[in-house]
């Protein structure tokens, strides 16, 4: 069993940025692919990063070159640093793991990007 915990969300204003983390815990050997998601209020969840546990990463189109996904293996966990924040990045951000084949969620952190 995994259990992902999500920190580092908050309230900036437009031009700012943040750095969520997501710490995997339990009796984990090898955490595969993480990832962030994020779900906007009345929108469906979408992908917003990923990377592998040999640290090759893939973006969206609305966060490449503002977003860097990384991660510590060694600690099992996975960061979102997110500069340039627009209004349109206010979501509720969620990580997620593959740990043997099975996919494992948090509970979310709140990114409010406001004036």
């Known amino acids: 069993q995994v259990h992902l915990v999500e920190s580092g969300g908050g309230l900036v204003q437009p031009g700012e940025s943040l750095r969520l983390s997501c710490a995997a815990s339990?009796?984990?050997?090898?955490?595969?692919?993480m990832a962030w998601y994020r779900q906007a209020p009345g929108k469906q969840r979408e992908l917003v990063a990923t990377i592998t546990r040999g640290r090759s990463t893939n973006y969206a189109d609305s966060v490449k070159g503002r977003f860097t996904i990384s991660r510590d293996n060694a600690r099992n966990t996975v960061y979102l640093q997110m500069t340039g924040l627009t209004p349109e990045d206010t979501a509720v951000y969620y990580c997620?793991?593959?740990?043997?084949?099975?996919?494992?969620w948090g509970q979310g952190t709140q990114v409010t990007v406001s004036s």
């Open positions: 997620n793991a593959d740990y043997l084949s099975r996919i494992y």
């Open positions: 339990g009796s984990i050997f090898s955490i595969g692919t």
